[in-house]
């Protein structure tokens, strides 16, 4: 591998000594706008030309690994949706997913297909917020209006369904928390009849725009071999033509079922990310339409595993058996058989995986989140060296990171 | 994943002969006859673990062997167990859609595992997050210094005993 993909240690403040004197330390962050939360950068900048970059992390960082060995592992399920609090669906799908390997629990298919639907209006939630702040970093500030229009509607959807706009843990380990509300099928219905057009509008003020254009083009140039080194996923690594998605290699909750494209692009540049983005959103229309299509009728939500799904409400009520496993649930929780899994979805943000390591008790004995944005932090330097210090907005813009999933 | 094998398959000689064609477990051997210390094929995943000193070559052999991605490295505190920390990597290949973990046992008392920056740059952050929340060192690493937790914090939080709500 060769020795420059390697960063560079801390960056000292110039001295007056050599060349260096020319070179002056800017810290970005932790508050400026365009660092999408609380990202610090250490930039050693030569006039306008970036020398080297350097991401100081840990600004957010709220031990939630360190909770989630606390807890019992259905109360793990809530703060998922803090990690990656634009796409908290995908959170609960992915930890769900892991804890029920683990238990080797098969769930319903009806409960599978609301789960990829959701899952898939998350992605379009977490890219309208990506288009929206992106645009806007560049200056195209009428967007980021339009798409928190679009937005809006989803966290309309998200609050019809669980209750939260935000923090939704509407899948549950075995399955989903309540039925479906009625008329939720139709709403979704609805938005993505008219997205597409949607999309298209975003695309007519952007794509045939020279200003965003000119800023977006050849700029944060990532090759194939050093997204692979750095250990890249998602559509930044597919824009640099790793031909890799999860939902289609590695298919999970009957993901295999439906019919869609993953778009490669061997561009490697902002631009290209931004054209694929916005094709992943078209793709992720198709999903959900084939979703609410083929949606399994009647059928149950929950996997019928009584000691580790909570009971409905009216049997909790009616029935002993029912109310006994409730109060054993809730107060004691449900031992997990000890064992080690290692799960992967695709997020909004490229690969993201739960280990989850069980030592047999009704408390998981270590959780670990592996999430895009951490990794795909380590090529910025690689995309921004050499460049114009505008262009580390432009990059940063293009890598959609999300802090709460960085510094977990 | 509905057709992988669901069977477990608990230590060396059962995985051996089970998986014997297996590219991980054949890039292993082709490395090292005796490097293998431990295997397992448990929930669809296959876990093969070796020898601490052995770590790096044994990653450099996996993809060498068509596990051409990194993808995630962790540990797990196992206090009060001994040896203490068990490291684990997640290797991804692109070619055959398959993640292998391989796994490593690290005592507290020595606690320098190397480096694998080397092999993938990507595994950067990751040593540093280890070393932050465990004190695991990495002999090699270009900038062994805490990611997450700021530089003067002392302790490491995800060591079991450290307590959820801090030292007060």
Redesign the interface.
């Known amino acids: 591998?060769p020795a420059d993909?390697?960063?560079?240690?801390?960056i000292t403040a110039p001295t007056a000594e050599g060349s260096r004197d020319q070179h002056m330390v800017l810290n970005m962050g932790p508050q400026h706008p365009s660092t999408h939360g609380v990202l610090r950068l250490v930039l050693e900048i030569d006039g306008e030309i970036v020398v080297r970059l350097y991401p100081e992390?840990?600004y957010l960082?709220t031990?939630i690994?360190?909770?989630c060995?606390?807890k019992f592992y259905q109360q793990v399920v809530p703060l998922t949706d803090r990690v990656d609090y634009l796409g908290p669906l995908a959170n609960n799908l992915l930890y769900c997913l892991a804890v029920e390997?683990?238990l080797?629990l098969e769930i319903p298919e009806k409960a599978q297909w609301i789960r990829v639907l959701l899952t898939e209006v998350t992605r379009l939630n977490s890219h309208l917020i990506w288009l929206g702040t992106h645009a806007m970093d560049i200056g195209a500030l009428t967007v980021f209006l339009y798409t928190f229009r679009e937005r809006e509607e989803i966290l309309r959807i998200f609050e019809m369904v669980s209750g939260q706009r935000m923090m939704t843990s509407y899948f549950r380990i075995g399955g989903l928390a309540l039925e479906p509300p009625l008329g939720m099928f139709d709403r979704i219905r609805a938005f993505i009849k008219t997205f597409p057009e949607k999309i298209d509008e975003y695309s007519n003020l952007l794509t045939g725009n020279p200003i965003f254009y000119g800023r977006l083009k050849d700029v944060g140039h990532l090759s194939k071999e050093d997204a692979?080194?750095?250990?890249?996923?998602g559509p930044v690594a597919r824009a640099s033509g790793?031909?890799?998605d999860v939902r289609r290699?590695?298919?999970?909750s009957s993901y295999e079922k439906f019919d869609f494209k993953v778009p490669v692009s061997n561009d490697c540049d902002v631009w290209a990310r931004y054209m694929l983005r916005m094709e992943e959103m078209r793709q992720s229309v198709r999903i959900i339409e084939q979703a609410l299509d083929g949606m399994p009728e009647g059928g149950t939500i929950r996997a019928d595993a009584p000691k580790i799904v909570l009971p409905d409400r009216e049997s909790m009520k009616t029935q002993m058996e029912a109310l006994i496993h409730h109060f054993k649930i809730v107060t004691e929780g449900f031992a997990v058989p000890a064992?080690?899994?290692?799960q992967?979805i695709e997020t909004g943000h490229g690969?993201a995986?739960y280990?989850v390591?069980s030592d047999g008790t009704a408390k998981p004995?270590?959780v670990?989140m592996?999430y895009p944005g951490?990794?795909n932090?380590?090529s910025l330097e690689r995309m921004c060296k050499g460049r114009l210090l505008a262009d580390v907005v432009a990059v940063i813009g293009s890598m959609d990171i999300v802090l709460g999933e960085i510094?977990? | 994943m509905a057709e992988a094998q669901t069977k477990t398959l608990a230590g060396k000689d059962a995985v051996l002969e089970a998986m014997p064609e297996h590219p991980a477990v054949k890039a292993l051997l082709g490395w090292k006859q005796d490097g293998l210390v431990d295997a397992k094929f448990d929930r669809g995943e296959l876990t093969l673990a070796v020898s601490k000193e052995d770590i790096a070559a044994a990653l450099l052999a996996l993809q060498a062997g068509g596990y051409n991605f990194f993808e995630d490295m962790t540990a797990v505190d196992w206090y009060p167990s001994i040896p203490r920390f068990q490291l684990s990597y997640h290797i991804l290949s692109h070619a055959r859609k398959e993640r292998v973990r391989l796994r490593t046992m690290v005592d507290e008392s020595d606690a320098v595992v190397q480096s694998i920056t080397s092999i993938w740059p990507g595994a950067n952050y990751y040593e540093r997050e280890v070393f932050d929340m465990f004190g695991v060192r990495f002999a090699g690493h270009p900038d062994m210094r805490r990611i997450l937790m700021p530089d003067e914090w002392v302790g490491h939080p995800l060591r079991k005993d450290y307590p959820v709500e801090g030292y007060r």
């Not at chain 1, 290699?249 to 999970?252: E, H, T, V």
């Open positions: 591998m993909l390697v960063p560079t240690p801390v992390l840990g960082h031990g690994e360190k909770t060995e606390a390997k683990l080797e692979i080194a750095l250990a890249v996923t790793i031909d890799y290699d590695n298919p999970y064992g080690e899994v290692y992967v690969t995986g280990y390591v004995w270590r670990h592996r951490f990794c932090l380590q510094d977990r």
